[in-house]
């Protein structure tokens, strides 16, 4: 089975930055594309960014373009979220999940959380003055 564990979440102020990582278990991130997404209370979960399994694709929402960058790092088996500028509706739950299927077509369009399959347990990330 393939497990994820995703962390970094925390209690930030306005403008401030985290880092989100999320790390699988044993498989490398070649085989599989890994997607970020979140949750904030009483609203749909959204997708937020993606890489596919070689780093050959990546995506992010519109709402986060130019503020959130994707990146891994293979030898650890993690990819990372880097939020920067954080603002208060950033505020959410945020998981990664990874599918099985590492062509870039996995993380082009609109980031679907039906593609993924395998989910980590969440994070959570608070923007707060």
């Known amino acids: 089975q393939l497990q994820l564990v995703d962390s970094g979440g925390d209690l930030v102020q306005p403008g401030g930055s985290l880092r989100l990582s999320c790390t699988a278990s044993?498989?490398?991130?070649?085989?599989?594309?890994i997607g970020w997404f979140r949750q904030a209370p009483g609203k749909e979960r959204e997708g937020v960014s993606c890489?596919?399994?070689?780093?050959?694709?990546?995506n992010y929402a519109d709402s986060v373009k130019g503020r959130f960058t994707i990146s891994k790092d293979n030898a650890k088996r993690t990819v990372y979220l880097r939020m920067n500028s954080l603002k208060p509706e950033d505020t959410a739950v945020y998981y990664c999940?990874?599918?099985?299927?590492?062509?870039?077509?996995?993380?082009?369009?609109?980031?679907?959380?039906?593609?993924?399959?395998?989910w980590g347990q969440g994070t959570q990330v608070t923007v707060s003055s």
């Open positions: 890489i596919s399994g070689r780093g050959i694709t990546t």
């Open positions: 999940a990874a599918v099985w299927d590492p062509s870039p077509e996995m993380c082009t369009g609109v980031i679907y959380q039906g593609r993924f399959h395998y």
């Open positions: 044993r498989f490398t991130l070649d085989n599989i594309s």
